[in-house]
Nanobody, 132 residues
């Protein structure tokens, strides 16, 4: 079976840090770009970050740029999202997803439809709560 499993979520105070992990089973991640999405309570899903298959390229949403860092360890079949200086508005369920699309389309919206370009595999998500 092909699966992505997120872990590392939990409760953290504003200004704190958390590292999320996305581990693959049933397939290797080395040929896939990996994106992180999040869905705050009562809000729509939004793209957060993406890393290319080689790890040589990354992108970030403006809301997290400078605070979050995406990385990967293909030998461990795992992708990470290091989250620093967390804010209450970062509270969300965080999902990782694997994509065979060109990196430039990863965690991006189709300008003609307004929808994110589709990913191939999705994890079940992990909850991050930022609260004092």
């Amino acid at each position: 079976q092909l699966q992505l499993v997120e872990s590392g979520g939990g409760l953290v105070q504003p200004g704190g840090s958390l590292r999320l992990s996305c581990a693959a089973s049933g397939f290797t991640l080395e040929y896939y770009a990996i994106g992180w999405f999040r869905q705050p309570p009562g809000k729509e899903r939004e793209g957060v970050s993406c890393i290319s298959s080689s790890g040589g390229s990354t992108n970030y949403a403006d809301s997290v740029k400078g605070r979050f860092t995406i990385s990967r360890d293909n030998a461990k079949n795992t992708v990470y999202l290091q989250m620093n200086s967390l804010k209450p508005e970062d509270t969300a369920i965080y999902y990782c997803a694997a994509s065979r699309l060109l990196f430039r389309l990863c965690v991006q919206k189709n300008p003609f439809t307004g929808d994110y370009y589709p990913m191939d595999y999705w994890g079940k998500g992990t909850l991050v709560t930022v609260s004092s």
